[in-house]
């Protein structure tokens, strides 16, 4: 009776060393995952900023074309609301 006790009692405490394992191998994926997580938002946070600055370069790039070529730019707008408009209309 008293072996079936110790080896009981050592059962538990291997199953209880597998768990802490598990566990601490838990954590550490958790942590993992949060700093990947952490660094793809700040990548994306970088890239926001550079695509929302390259949007205002394009819009002040427009609005000088619009002002030095003023005929042609209703020219375009013109026709490209024709074609739109052609487009969506067959729809």
Request: charged share 30%; proline share 1%; net charge negative.
């Amino acid at each position: 009776m008293e072996t079936t006790r110790q080896s009981t009692g050592e059962a538990v405490e291997r199953a209880g060393e597998k768990v802490e394992r598990v566990k601490a191998g838990a954590h550490e994926a958790v942590d993992r995952a949060a700093e990947v997580t952490h660094r793809a938002a700040e990548v994306i946070g970088e890239k926001s900023d550079q695509v929302m600055d390259a949007q205002e370069r394009l819009m002040e790039h427009a609005r000088e074309y619009v002002r030095e070529n003023p005929v042609t730019s209703l020219g375009i707008a013109l026709g490209s609301g024709f074609i739109l408009s052609r487009l969506m209309g067959h729809r």
